[in-house]
């Protein structure tokens, strides 16, 4: 592996983010303008006049003489029983409204399928997810390249050391890996997700994000959903809770880098860095240019805190878990004002070999402490209870 990094005057951080820039060369556009400019009525609700966003929107319940329905997905899903739903999705806590509806402005909204408790087989996890006619909470979890210290993506489970602290903590709260949480890789998924997809550009990436928690609002219409994101995640995590901002309760964010990271840790990694030396535990990955990028856009950087300062408003949280000894994500990259924080100190650890860099990037994850925070800020999956 040729000379030592630090007889180069190479820093741990440089060095990552120069590999993870082996396919740079493009200038890629902020987030929240990765896809088409929507048109007024397909904003999502965070941009449009604050006159439109206090009006009947997705996510709230109507009732009227024909009984209680949920508005999602633009249309009117029936809902049996309103105090179990509103109890079970704690509709109340995370901002969304009971409300009277004309029956001009019922009628303007489809009738969706009366659903009826069904099981869904999750192939990532082996298990059946059922679909609570009642409502509920589901877990969604994002990962980022290295979420897993660098092992291949095709052989990650859910089961694995990484996620064993995270799945203790949470079954604390009744969130069980059967019931309540998706994983959005793996050798068997949901929906089509592969190693390779890793090196897709970020537009992709988060077309994915979006899609998964469209395919998961069809099959769940009365579910909200939790999103948890490590490193690169947190990107298209933000991208999905853009998109179906009705859907969200929470969004926890572990090491993600949302606000970029500063360009001269990509310029002096990438001269020194010898590539190479990292590609068998992560390989190509396209969005290295994207974080440059964003560091110091002032319109992604304003968008940002915009969504953040609705999102949170609304009663809904961004929780953001940063880790002062990450040495891929310094925490001015991870942080943004609004959001709760979760913070770990600093360690003093001397060198340490490559692959260690890959497993302490995702130190939080193993963080029994943390993961017991994350259980608090979620609280008790309360359909699980009931």
């Given at each position: 592996?040729?000379r030592?990094?630090?007889?180069?005057?190479?820093?741990?951080?440089?060095?990552?983010?120069?590999?993870?820039?082996?396919?740079?060369?493009?200038?890629?556009?902020?987030?929240?303008?990765?896809c088409?400019?929507?048109s007024?009525?397909?904003?999502?609700?965070?941009?449009?006049?604050?006159?439109?966003?206090?009006?009947?929107?997705?996510?709230?319940?109507?009732?009227?003489?024909?009984?209680?329905?949920?508005?999602r997905?633009?249309?009117?899903?029936?809902?049996?029983?309103l105090?179990?739903?509103?109890?079970?999705?704690?509709?109340?806590?995370y901002?969304?409204?009971?409300?009277?509806?004309?029956?001009?402005?019922?009628?303007?909204?489809?009738?969706?399928?009366?659903?009826?408790?069904?099981?869904?087989?999750?192939?990532?996890?082996?298990?059946?997810?059922?679909?609570?006619?009642?409502?509920?909470?589901?877990?969604?979890?994002?990962?980022?390249?290295?979420?897993?210290?660098?092992?291949?993506?095709e052989?990650?489970?859910?089961?694995?050391?990484?996620f064993?602290?995270?799945?203790v903590?949470?079954?604390?709260?009744?969130?069980?890996?059967?019931?309540?949480?998706?994983?959005?890789?793996?050798?068997?998924r949901?929906?089509?997700?592969?190693?390779?997809?890793?090196?897709?550009?970020?537009?992709?990436?988060?077309r994915?994000?979006?899609?998964?928690?469209?395919?998961?609002k069809n099959?769940?219409?009365?579910?909200?959903f939790?999103?948890?994101?490590?490193?690169?995640?947190?990107?298209?995590?933000?991208?999905?809770?853009?998109?179906?901002?009705?859907?969200?309760?929470?969004?926890?964010?572990i090491?993600?880098?949302?606000?970029?990271?500063e360009?001269?840790?990509?310029?002096?990694?990438?001269v020194?860095?010898?590539?190479?030396?990292?590609?068998?535990?992560?390989?190509?990955?396209?969005?290295?240019?994207y974080?440059?990028?964003?560091?110091?856009?002032?319109?992604?950087?304003?968008?940002?805190?915009?969504?953040v300062?609705?999102?949170?408003?609304?009663?809904?949280?961004?929780?953001?878990?940063?880790?002062?000894?990450?040495?891929?994500?310094?925490?001015?990259?991870?942080?943004?004002?609004?959001?709760?924080?979760?913070?770990?100190?600093k360690?003093?650890?001397?060198?340490?070999?490559?692959?260690?860099?890959?497993?302490?990037h995702?130190?939080?994850?193993?963080?029994?402490?943390?993961a017991?925070?994350?259980?608090?800020?979620?609280?008790?999956?309360?359909?699980?209870?009931?």
């Amino acid at each position: 592996m040729g000379r030592p990094l630090s007889e180069r005057g190479i820093t741990r951080r440089e060095f990552l983010w120069g590999a993870l820039m082996v396919a740079a060369g493009t200038t890629l556009p902020p987030l929240f303008s990765a896809c088409q400019p929507p048109s007024e009525e397909e904003k999502p609700e965070w941009q449009k006049p604050k006159e439109q966003q206090d009006a009947p929107r997705e996510g709230d319940v109507a009732v009227s003489g024909e009984g209680v329905f949920l508005l999602r997905n633009r249309k009117k899903y029936p809902v049996p029983d309103l105090g179990v739903y509103a109890r079970n999705t704690k509709l109340e806590k995370y901002g969304r409204k009971i409300l009277y509806l004309p029956r001009s402005k019922f009628e303007e909204y489809p009738r969706g399928e009366i659903f009826t408790e069904r099981r869904i087989f999750d192939k990532t996890t082996n298990t059946l997810k059922t679909n609570n006619s009642f409502g509920q909470e589901i877990l969604v979890f994002f990962p980022g390249v290295m979420t897993d210290g660098g092992m291949p993506w095709e052989t990650i489970r859910p089961a694995s050391d990484t996620f064993v602290s995270l799945l203790v903590g949470l079954k604390q709260k009744k969130w069980g890996l059967a019931d309540s949480f998706f994983f959005t890789y793996g050798k068997e998924r949901l929906i089509e997700y592969e190693a390779k997809h890793t090196s897709r550009s970020p537009e992709e990436n988060m077309r994915y994000a979006i899609d998964f928690i469209e395919t998961l609002k069809n099959e769940f219409p009365l579910a909200q959903f939790n999103i948890i994101c490590h490193s690169l995640g947190g990107l298209f995590g933000l991208a999905a809770a853009k998109k179906h901002f009705d859907a969200i309760n929470n969004v926890i964010l572990i090491n993600s880098p949302i606000r970029g990271i500063e360009g001269t840790l990509f310029r002096k990694g990438l001269v020194k860095g010898g590539r190479e030396l990292l590609k068998p535990y992560i390989g190509d990955e396209k969005v290295s240019d994207y974080l440059f990028s964003i560091w110091g856009n002032k319109e992604y950087q304003k968008e940002l805190e915009e969504f953040v300062s609705f999102f949170t408003s609304t009663g809904r949280q961004i929780i953001i878990v940063a880790d002062e000894s990450d040495p891929i994500v310094p925490v001015e990259s991870a942080t943004v004002k609004g959001a709760k924080e979760i913070r770990l100190a600093k360690t003093t650890n001397a060198a340490i070999p490559i692959n260690e860099w890959l497993v302490a990037h995702g130190r939080p994850l193993r963080d029994k402490e943390v993961a017991g925070q994350i259980g608090d800020e979620l609280g008790e999956n309360l359909a699980a209870a009931a």
